[in-house]
């Protein structure tokens, strides 16, 4: 079962013995199965967060390259603290977790308990703070300094092909309109003047409950190396912003970075129309 390797986790994370009975989880939604799990230490009330993880067509990055990048970005301060992934692991009970998969746990990390900013100062201030987070410093010596990087490009390329190679008819007509899409997009972004490619860290999953306290952000699975305003077009996309809310977004966000607002929103509507078409290939590949 899931919970035997995990009290073994906690126990040696807290130096003391817990057994499953100990365990309460509270399911919570995402991508894969994950669940808040509580427990009691000395009187107090522990959290962690636990997943099962289940590779998928639509993923870019190993769970362990995504685990190795999480760590490096707790020690800087902008990520959960990753406690534990595991090889694949199966359960025979329907009670808890219990298909087969990886588990990860990290570190729980509350929401902001302070009255809330406005969804755009919110959003800006996190797109801001990774855009500008030092890349080239490694957690320890012996750490390679090089993070992975996502040219968006190519891996919506990936997707249109993982859905041509499927067997639903549906589908494959689905990825020659998207693959058409993609085409009209990339001759449109070649007749551009400039696209800032500079590659920024990037979340490019920057949903509003992401966004944690102390402007921590969780779920690290898509992040990586690439351009900015390709994060920021998901980040509009993905927490369906109304265009209003958009301009402030980007009003804010060039505010943050002294970027040029206009360069930004010219930019930021070429890469929306990636972000739709990642997305909609991502969901029929899930």
């Known amino acids: 079962m899931l919970t035997e390797p995990l009290t073994a986790i906690l126990c040696q994370r807290v130096g003391q013995p817990i057994v499953a009975a100990d365990l309460r989880f509270s399911a919570l939604s995402g991508t894969h199965p994950v669940w808040e799990c509580a427990f009691d230490v000395d009187g107090l009330t522990e959290r962690v967060i636990v997943k099962q993880l289940h590779e998928h067509d639509g993923q870019a990055f190993s769970f362990a390259s995504t685990f190795e990048l999480q760590q490096r970005l707790f020690v800087i301060g902008i990520a959960a603290e990753p406690i534990y992934l595991s090889p694949h692991i199966s359960s025979s009970t329907h009670a808890k977790p219990n298909e087969q998969g990886l588990l990860w746990v990290e570190a729980f990390v509350p929401a902001e308990t302070e009255q ?30 090089s993070i992975r990087q996502l040219d968006p490009i190519k891996q919506c390329k990936a997707l249109i092909r993982a859905l041509h ?67 920021v077009a998901m980040c509009i996309v993905i927490n369906q912003l109304t265009p209003t809310a958009q301009t402030q977004l980007l009003k804010e966000y060039a505010q943050h970075t002294d970027c040029d607002v206009d360069t930004a929103t010219q930019q930021t509507a070429l890469y929306i129309r990636l972000a739709l078409i990642i997305n909609r290939a991502w969901a029929l590949l899930l």
């Open 116 to 145: 809330a900013q406005a969804l755009t100062q919110t959003l800006a201030r996190a797109l801001a703070q990774l855009h500008q987070t030092p890349t080239d410093t490694p957690t320890d010596k012996s750490t390679d300094t």
């Open 165 to 231: 190679a499927g067997h639903d008819a549906k589908d494959t007509s689905t990825a020659c309109s998207l693959s058409q899409a993609l085409d009209i997009l990339i001759n449109d972004m070649q007749d551009f003047q400039h696209i800032d490619d500079t590659p920024v860290l990037c979340h490019n999953d920057l949903h509003l409950d992401h966004i944690r306290a102390n402007d921590v952000c969780v779920d690290w699975e898509y992040a990586a190396l690439g351009p900015r305003y390709f994060d």
